[in-house]
């Protein structure tokens, strides 16, 4: 059973690969641009205190406040761009989050998700920041359920993405298992009908991951598989080390192979 469920694991991995592959590309482009930035940014932060930190985020909150409710005149994907990039100095900026938190994150998605919820990179960001960083999941669940009301199944392509993302916080932050479920179901749906290379594997695992939910709510392995979704999308390091942790504390093992990628082992008992 554990060889099956193994096999099962490095299937659902590699269908990801692609489309998250683009997804990093695309990230660590514009990472690389804000690189010099952040690091100034983290450099100053090392100095500054947290007071004023406080400060400069209140200001930055006014700033996204007006952004919620600004017209667009015509430039909506245009904010949503540019407010991303101000989320990735915010989150980039680890000694300043570290002296103060990450409860802007909702603030910067609301303001991007409302501007184009079709930007279907930054459903992942969400639900990393605002859930697993700020302690915020019931926000982020509100956030993607705000943006997928204008998605529809190829529009845009990879739409399904953003229904497991939903799953991801219903389950592992909510503990909402039936709900997850129903995320995990519609994104098994929509990857049906979907013409990107892959999709049929990712409805397949998102079906399989409807599966042992519906055998068993408690379902560590549907766990370890919502993890290691969060592992193929981590944007950095410490969120990497964060999801290999919880899929060893659920009774797997992450093995790292000379490719890079991961190897996981499903639990031993469901």
Same mark, same amino acid.
């Given at each position: 059973?554990?060889?099956?469920?193994?096999?099962?694991?490095?299937?659902?991995?590699?269908?990801?690969?692609?489309?998250?592959?683009?997804?990093?590309?695309?990230?660590?482009?514009?990472?690389?641009?804000?690189?010099?930035?952040?690091?100034?940014? $983290?450099?100053?932060?090392?100095?500054?205190?947290?007071?004023?930190?406080?400060?400069?985020?209140?200001?930055?909150?006014?700033?996204?406040?007006?952004?919620?409710?600004?017209?667009?005149?015509?430039?909506?994907?245009?904010?949503?761009?540019?407010?991303?990039?101000?989320?990735?100095?915010?989150?980039?900026?680890?000694?300043?989050?570290?002296?103060?938190?990450?409860?802007?994150?909702?603030?910067?998605?609301?303001?991007?998700?409302?501007?184009?919820?079709?930007?279907?990179?930054?459903?992942?960001?969400?639900?990393?920041?605002?859930?697993?960083?700020?302690?915020?999941?019931?926000?982020?669940?509100?956030?993607?359920?705000?943006?997928?009301?204008?998605?529809?199944?190829?529009?845009?392509?990879?739409?399904?993405? $953003?229904?497991?993302?939903?799953?991801?916080?219903?389950?592992?932050?909510?503990?909402?298992?039936?709900?997850?479920?129903?995320?995990?179901?519609?994104?098994?749906?929509?990857?049906?009908?979907?013409?990107?290379?892959?999709?049929?594997?990712?409805?397949?695992?998102?079906?399989?991951?409807?599966?042992?939910?519906?055998?068993?709510?408690?379902?560590?392995?549907?766990?370890?598989?919502?993890?290691?979704?969060?592992?193929?999308?981590?944007?950095?390091?410490?969120?990497?080390?964060?999801?290999?942790?919880?899929?060893?504390?659920?009774?797997?093992?992450?093995?790292?192979?000379?490719?890079?990628?991961?190897?996981?082992?499903?639990?031993?008992?469901?």
């Amino acid at each position: 059973m554990r060889t099956v469920l193994r096999a099962a694991f490095n299937r659902d991995w590699k269908p990801v690969i692609v489309p998250i592959a683009l997804t990093l590309i695309f990230g660590g482009a514009i990472a690389s641009l804000q690189f010099p930035q952040i690091q100034r940014l $983290a450099n100053r932060s090392q100095t500054v205190s947290a007071e004023k930190i406080h400060q400069e985020t209140e200001v930055e909150r006014a700033r996204l406040s007006l952004l919620k409710n600004l017209p667009g005149f015509g430039f909506n994907n245009l904010i949503a761009d540019w407010s991303f990039l101000g989320f990735l100095q915010y989150f980039g900026d680890e000694p300043a989050r570290t002296k103060t938190d990450y409860s802007l994150s909702s603030d910067y998605f609301e303001v991007i998700l409302r501007r184009d919820p079709y930007f279907l990179n930054t459903y992942t960001f969400a639900s990393t920041s605002i859930s697993l960083y700020a302690g915020m999941p019931e926000k982020s669940v509100a956030l993607i359920k705000q943006g997928l009301q204008s998605l529809k199944p190829n529009v845009p392509p990879g739409s399904y993405y $953003a229904w497991r993302q939903l799953g991801i916080d219903q389950l592992l932050f909510l503990g909402d298992a039936q709900a997850a479920r129903q995320s995990f179901q519609t994104a098994a749906s929509w990857a049906r009908l979907s013409s990107l290379p892959g999709s049929s594997d990712i409805a397949e695992s998102s079906q399989q991951t409807v599966d042992f939910l519906t055998r068993n709510p408690n379902s560590k392995t549907a766990q370890v598989s919502a993890w290691t979704m969060i592992l193929s999308t981590a944007p950095d390091d410490r969120t990497q080390k964060m999801a290999i942790d919880r899929i060893e504390a659920l009774g797997s093992k992450v093995v790292k192979t000379p490719s890079g990628t991961y190897s996981i082992q499903a639990p031993a008992k469901d």
